[in-house]
């Protein structure tokens, strides 16, 4: 299975539609348009996941497709990388 990653998606692709337009390229396992937590809007990318050879053929037809008005782009998913816990603090005050 891989993981394709489809961006600049117009701003009203649902993950039906998503996975309806994979479709046309072999057996979708997931589609999944990425959303913000607070807004419940899409962020204009999302995710596919399909069986390899079903996967290439379809990064190979929808590289640059015109979807709406907008060209999409479209590759392989790289692996998600831990990210540090914590975050966006100043570091230890008691330094001083």
């Known amino acids: 299975m891989k993981s394709i990653f489809?961006?600049?998606?117009?701003?009203t692709i649902k993950n039906e539609d998503l996975e309806q337009k994979f479709t046309?390229?072999?057996n979708v396992i997931s589609a999944r348009v990425m959303t913000d937590r607070e807004t419940g809007r899409s962020k204009g990318f999302g995710f596919v996941d399909m069986e390899d050879a079903d996967a290439?053929?379809?990064i190979a037809a929808m590289s640059g497709y015109k979807w709406g008005d907008r060209e999409i782009t479209c590759n392989e998913a790289k692996p998600r990388t831990e990210r540090?816990?914590?975050g966006g603090g100043?570091?230890?005050r008691d330094r001083y």
Do not use: D, H
């Not at 489809?6 to 701003?11: A, H, I, T, Y």
């Open 84 to 86: 540090p816990a914590g």
């Open 56 to 58: 290439e053929k379809a």
């Open 6 to 11: 489809v961006g600049n998606l117009p701003w």
């Open 24 to 26: 046309e390229f072999g």
């Open 90 to 92: 100043f570091g230890r």
